[in-house]
């Protein structure tokens, strides 16, 4: 890690389903992330009251103050790190929605990485679609990515039953943070 200040990274959890995996594993990539000594934040969109993009990307929604939250959660970050379901063979609205409510003063420019949860077999349909939204905001995606076939089953106490799955979020999560103390070194 960079001996300037640590890169910020935000966690942020697009699965509304109570005990979602994607939710868990993205709580483990920013610990990780914490004991490495990065500065860290977690929003999980089950606890956050968000509108539906409205279509006005500038609509400061004085009655849900968890929008501004979320905005200026993503403008503090130097990386973030979006996980969530696939839901039939995309994103999962929900992820999507708080994407939408957000513009290119927040994103443009920043890190991203991305762990999606499937309940079938693995595939990257939802990955490949975070890929493009983030293009599209002029920010970067890392080339790792962790797609979990099979969620209901992946994990037991909270852990993945397989070994391989935990390094992979840890490896996906130590590379948003490299790239995004890179880059913030790189736009001074
Ligand atoms: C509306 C809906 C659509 C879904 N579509 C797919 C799908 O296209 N492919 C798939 O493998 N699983 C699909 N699933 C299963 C979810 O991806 C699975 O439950 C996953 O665990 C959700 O992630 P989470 O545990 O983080 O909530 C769907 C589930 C729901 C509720």
Not at 106 to 127: D, M, T
Not at 132 to 145: G, K
Request: charged share 25%; glycine share 10%.
């Amino acid at each position: 890690m960079s001996p300037r200040r640590p890169p910020r990274i935000l966690g942020l959890g697009g699965s509304m389903r109570p005990d979602s995996t994607s939710q868990l594993l993205l709580r483990r990539a920013v610990a990780v992330l914490e004991g490495d000594g990065c500065r860290t934040a977690l929003l999980d969109l089950r606890e956050l009251d968000l509108p539906f993009c409205n279509g006005d990307k500038k609509e400061p929604w004085p009655s849900r103050p968890d929008v501004k939250l979320l905005r200026e959660e993503v403008r503090a970050a130097d990386g973030v790190i979006l996980a969530g379901p696939e839901y039939h063979g995309t994103i999962g609205g929900a992820l999507k929605n708080a994407l939408d409510l957000l513009d290119f003063e927040h994103v443009e420019g920043k890190v991203f990485g991305a762990i999606c949860a499937l309940g079938g077999r693995s595939n990257s349909n939802a990955l490949n679609h975070l890929r493009l939204v983030v293009r599209w905001y002029r920010a970067w995606m890392v080339p790792e990515q962790v797609a979990v076939p099979q969620a209901r089953t992946a994990l037991a106490d909270g852990e993945p039953t397989d070994p391989e799955l935990g390094a992979r979020v840890d490896e996906l999560a130590r590379s948003v943070a490299r790239a995004a103390a890179l880059l913030r070194a790189d736009r001074g």
